[in-house]
């Protein structure tokens, strides 16, 4: 059975700074791994999607990594801005179409 | 010009009750899905359609039923809902994953509340 955990749960940073968030699951036979943002009270927003073929993403100033074998994906955030306060999501897809999600990382920057 | 639209956003209701909450998406995907956000903020599938089909049923009681009536709308209707069905109810969208671009995408919420 898939399990995803995302390490911290919770992170507050200075603005301008760079940051990582963790994730990592426990089988290593993914089609895919989705990093999302979900604001309070909202749904939930794509960030990237790597497929289990690809090693890193880019998006602006998100770049996010995978290493399959490990079992581990990374999502660095460059120049932290105020607006990225959220939590971060990371979510594996395996053999059926479905998402298996962490639990996040509260995201908070300070002005 | 909403991608994938739920209605309602909120829902309190009386336990016993039933009720259904709707979702819509325009991007012209294949499959369609169901999550649950409890307190914890934990995510959890709950079904998958892929055409029409169910492919996805995570052992979920039978007081949910899902149904599809084309490919753009995926409702879910709930029985003698329970306390602990309260939580946020998530539709989402797809393209197959055959197509190389199966990205899920996520509507607002609806967020039920059982009294």
């Known amino acids: 059975k898939q399990e995803v955990t995302q390490i911290p749960a919770a992170l507050s940073v200075p603005e301008g700074e760079n940051l990582v968030l963790n994730c990592s699951f426990t089988?290593?036979?993914?089609?895919?791994l989705q990093w999302f943002r979900q604001d309070p009270g909202k749904g939930l927003t794509s960030l990237l999607l790597i497929q289990s073929s690809q090693r890193e993403q880019t998006s602006g100033r998100l770049n996010a990594s995978l290493d399959k074998s490990s079992g581990r994906s990374t999502l660095y955030i460059a120049a932290s801005q105020p607006g990225d306060s959220a939590t971060y999501l990371c979510?594996?897809?395996?053999?059926?179409?479905?998402?298996?999600f962490g639990q996040g990382t509260r995201l908070t920057i300070n002005p | 010009d909403t991608a994938v639209s739920q209605t309602p956003k909120y829902l309190v209701t009386q336990m016993g009750n039933d009720k259904s909450i709707k979702c819509e998406q325009n991007?012209?995907?294949?499959?369609m899905y169901w999550y649950k956000q409890d307190s914890k903020k934990f995510l959890k599938i709950m079904f998958s359609y892929n055409n029409k089909e169910l492919i996805i049923n995570e052992t979920v009681p039978n007081r949910f039923s899902p149904k599809s009536p084309d490919k753009a709308h995926l409702n879910l209707h709930i029985n003698s809902l329970e306390l602990g069905d309260s939580a946020v109810y998530f539709c989402?969208?797809?393209?197959?994953?055959?197509?190389?671009?199966?990205?899920?995408?996520f509507g607002p919420g609806t967020r039920l509340t059982v009294l």
């Open positions: 979510a594996v897809s395996g053999g059926a179409q479905k998402l298996v």
């Open positions: 991007l012209g995907h294949d499959t």
């Open positions: 989402a969208s797809s393209q197959d994953r055959a197509s190389g671009k199966d990205t899920q995408y």
């Open positions: 089988d290593s036979a993914i089609y895919n």
